[in-house]
């Protein structure tokens, strides 16, 4: 089986060939396969995700302080808390990867969105 993601950059390119576009003016996968919800893929909805995200990456660091200080002895220790595991790292620092994939798809859908709008096509594609 090949890799998704070329699985995906394939689907991609054979769409953006349909409707008269370079890849560069496509952006980002537009169709739902493999997905059970409508996929978000304009630049708009891709900016909002990003936002969230990021929020909560930020809330997640603010934790991490927490514990720190905790840990220094500078902030109390609740009674009941438990010890964060190697694997609670491992899933903490791996949520990391999801806000900086999304503004990542965002940049480059933004990017496409400008070129089509030179072109003087939609905006966003549907």
Partial sequence: MSNPEEHYKNLAEQDALRRGLTPEEYGVYKGSEGSLV?????AGGLLILSIILT???L???YLIGVLIAQSLGSAPVVEGDSEVTPVMWIFIIGYFV???????YYAKERRAQKLRVQRGLPKNLR
């Fill in 55 to 57: 929020v909560i990456g």
């Fill in 98 to 104: 999801f806000p900086v994939w999304s503004w990542i």
């Fill in 38 to 42: 409508k996929p978000v893929n304009s």
């Fill in 59 to 61: 809330f997640i660091v």
